[in-house]
């Protein structure tokens, strides 16, 4: 790692609509380094870094590249700079190739610069993807490639532009183990090049794993900065969240088999669900675990209606319904938090009111068909405080929050429907360490209170410390069910990696 620092920033402050989302915060990357940013949702980082890829404009302070100032009036300003960014939702046009996508708007022309030269487009993508020592053909659509390649595709695009200066957000959110290595190699030979790398992550083992430093931000400002290495992650926590998280690694604690209040069987969708049954009880979270691709989401989307069925059964307390869309599934008391929350759980155009409210509208109905406004606006105040939701008001609108703020939306919408049965997509995707914690305490309250809760999760440790029982599941097919009391995650990926289904094994 170079000592020369390639970019400062010193004292910036930002503030939204009188809300101050950034106050003298100071911050400095050097050349061929990994340098972590960490802090809870809302802490500042998202903003920090867009200040530094010019999507905003910074109120105050000052930043320096090389020792001298610099204006990022702009993302296009950031890019001609060599700052690059890759999102954490990838911002890709999956018709359009690998190439096309790294240089859109940007494309070579051949004679009389009348038609798109695509022997070259291809040859300067190739160049590029060979200093990356990546495997790939630029020729190909995106929409065919996986996550990890599209992410790959991204941090392309982002070098294209020369940059020395590379933010990655969340970049392992939907990896698996073997892509985060191939993402860490990639990264390694950046750093080898003297790219400065900023790492935004709540995945401590992966920061461990990579990064040199880690600054630490809470509430708009920065905390501390201190070597990776040797620095205690209790440590790191406490500054991140101003206090102590306790970290229990015990299971959940057993619970007495009540009433099946949910009973699958012989469910089947093409190969990605494949005679799957199970039954779940009142007052008991049940882990699905699977490495991805296993069909643990397609089966919690079959059974809330996102997904036809081509067979099986479904019974809701003893009684066999038909589901055939999300509105049947609310109608019988089935509520989904779905893994992506900004497709499939927030409208994020809307405000927190109407986002809590939007399952239960009915309930607000007057004459006429007017809303009760007032009453809509008390529900969902209940709930910000509740589930101590960040956010200015309740008429603030939704995409304007973070992350671990707009999951806590979703959760209190399913929370004032009042579902009995409750499906949680990878509830603490994105989530920091302290909304982790939050979010942990709410699932087992949820389930002491009798709500019955089927959890997928693909952070082992999660699974085993909330579930009372855990299936397991590879290729879409129920592998093995396992007692938590009982469970490793040795076991469970071993079941992960089973290609038999329980079903099969009985009938042999």
Known sequence: MNGHA????????KAFAGVRALQDVSFDLRAGEV??????????KSTLMKVLAG???????????DGAPIEVASPRAAQALGIGIVHQELNLMNHLSAAQNIFIGREPRGRFGLF????????????????LHLTLDPRTPVGELTVARQQMVEIAKALSFDSRVLIMDEPTAALNDAEVTELFRIVGQLRAQGVGIVYISHKMDELQR????????????????????????????SMMVGREIEESTSHAPATERREVVLEVTGLRRGRVVRDVGFRLHRGEILGFAGLMGAGRTEVARAIFGADPLEAGEIRVHGRPVTIRSPR?????????????????????????????????????AKAASWLDGGAMRS????????????????????????GGNQQKIVIAKWLLRDCDILFFDEPTRGIDVGAKAEIYKLLAALAEAGKAIVMISSELPEVLRMSHRILVMCEGRITGELDARDADQERIMHLATLRESMTEKAAA
């Open 6 to 13: 390639l970019i400062e920033v010193r004292r910036v402050s």
């Open 35 to 44: 340098h972590a940013l960490m802090g809870e949702n809302g802490a500042g």
């Open 55 to 65: 999507v905003y404009t910074r109120d105050d302070g000052e930043i320096l590249l």
């Open 116 to 131: 798109l030269d695509e022997a070259t487009l291809n040859a300067n993508a190739a160049r590029i993807f060979e200093r």
């Open 210 to 237: 990579i990064a040199d430093r880690v600054t630490v931000m809470r509430d708009g400002r920065t905390i501390a900065t201190v070597p990776m290495a040797g620095t205690p992650v209790a440590q790191i926590i």
């Open 328 to 364: 049947d599934a609310v109608r019988h008391g089935i509520g989904y938090l779905s893994e992506d929350r900004k497709r499939f759980g927030l409208a994020t155009g809307l405000d927190v009111t109407t986002n809590v409210a939007l399952p239960s509208l009915r309930r607000f």
């Open 379 to 402: 529900a969902a105040q209940g709930y910000v405080q509740q589930l101590a939701i960040k956010t200015p008001s309740v008429e603030q609108t939704v995409r304007l929050l973070s």
